[in-house]
């Protein structure tokens, strides 16, 4: 099983990037999918995830509103529409799947927002 992100780098505050989450090994269809992240020296955390079929969504608070969760569950990817970024939101973002006694990482995707 490999999830695979990519769409990170270096954007301005006030930007936005997408990112995406590829997967192998599994049919992200039977899977809860979702994006964490991970700012220097702090914990990770969840921002956002989206149940089976793209009904169901949740986000953090720091993030609602800006960011914007997807899935293409016939491509098996996963994507995190990021907007209106600002600096706080420098962070490594991982990939999540996750059903039920199972739970997939990526290994994470850096995105800087700087000037």
């Known amino acids: 099983v490999k999830l695979v992100e990519s769409g990170g780098g270096l954007v301005q505050p006030g930007g936005s990037v997408r990112l995406s989450c590829a997967a192998s090994?599994?049919?992200?269809?039977?899977?809860?999918m979702g994006w964490f992240r991970q700012a220097p020296g702090k914990e990770r955390e969840g921002i956002t995830c989206?149940?089976?079929?793209?009904?169901?969504?949740y986000y953090l608070d720091s993030v609602k509103g800006r960011f914007t969760i997807s899935r293409v569950n016939a491509k098996n990817t996963v994507y995190l529409q990021m907007n209106s970024l600002k600096p706080e939101d420098t962070a490594v973002y991982y990939c999540?799947?996750?059903?039920?006694?199972?739970?997939?990482w990526g290994k994470g995707t850096l995105v800087t927002v700087s000037s």
């Open positions: 999540n799947a996750r059903s039920v006694g199972m739970n997939y």
């Open positions: 090994g599994l049919d992200i269809e039977y899977y809860s």
């Open positions: 989206i149940n089976t079929r793209g009904h169901s969504t």
